[in-house]
T-cell receptor, first 114, second 117 residues
Framework: AQSVTQPDIHITVSEGASLELRCNYS??????LFWYVQSPGQGLQLLLK??????LVQGIKGFEAEFKRSQSSFNLRKPSVHWSDAAEYFC????????????FGGGTRVLVKP | DTGVSQDPRHKITKRGQNVTFRCDPI?????LYWYRQTLGQGPEFLTY????????KSRLLSDRFSAERPKGSFSTLEIQRTEQGDSAMYLC???????????????FGQGTRLTVV
């Protein structure tokens, strides 16, 4: 069975500073990996995805993520955080063999200090 | 196309009552998923449809829960005899699945927040 771990429940970062959110997954085959963002009371918006190919993936809002198979990780990064990036971030793994359903991590809440 | 639409956005119900939620997926999407998200947690998979066929149900989905997608378009999720533990955000997502093609991303609706009092 697939699983996702996001070790950091909360992260506080100053506006303009860099941000890195950690994600570790467990899956027996080639994973499909996603990062979603959720603002309070809202649904999930896709930031980026990794299916295959280049292990450094660019997404929306200036985010990028790097797939490292040897570490079973898919960490999300942003070089310079904006106040509007305050939200909850979810890493997810999906698999075609599992009906494309997603397994999510517990999320990381990002707070941005002025 | 306005994306995945869910109705209602909020529902407060008394314990023991039945509730029904509706999800309208993106029009050309043949797959539809339901997830449940409790406070402070990530979404958990409940069930999914390919067109009108319900292909998988999670063990989380007790007998009080039923989902339908009668014409392969919109879907409903009904909870009978609600309990306080059913209080959560219910999220719907849709995607395209074509035989032989790779995974495509799921697009989520805004969710229905259920509060059982």
């Amino acid at each position: 069975a697939q699983s996702v771990t996001q070790p950091d429940i909360h992260i506080t970062v100053s506006e303009g500073a860099s941000l890195e959110l950690r994600c570790n997954y467990s899956y027996g085959a080639t994973p499909y990996l996603f990062w979603y963002v959720q603002s309070p009371g809202q649904g999930l918006q896709l930031l980026l995805k990794y299916f295959s190919g280049d292990t450094l993936v660019q997404g929306i809002k200036g985010f990028e993520a790097e797939f490292k198979r040897s570490q079973s990780s898919f960490n999300l990064r942003k070089p310079s955080v904006h106040w509007s990036d305050a939200a909850e971030y979810f890493c997810a793994v999906g698999a075609k063999a599992a009906g494309n359903k997603l397994t999510f991590g517990g999320g990381t809440r990002v707070l941005v200090k002025p | 196309d306005t994306g995945v639409s869910q109705d209602p956005r909020h529902k407060i119900t008394k314990r023991g009552q039945n509730v029904t939620f509706r999800c309208d997926p993106i029009s050309e999407h043949n797959r539809l998923y339901w997830y449940r998200q409790t406070l402070g947690q990530g979404p958990e998979f409940l069930t999914y449809f390919q067109n009108e066929a319900q292909l998988e149900k999670s063990r989380l989905l007790s007998d009080r829960f039923s989902a339908e997608r009668p014409k392969g378009s919109f879907s409903t999720l009904e909870i009978q005899r609600t309990e306080q533990g059913d209080s959560a955000m219910y999220l719907c997502a849709s995607s395209i699945s074509r035989w032989g093609s790779a995974l495509t991303e799921a697009f989520f609706g805004q969710g229905t927040r259920l509060t059982v009092v």
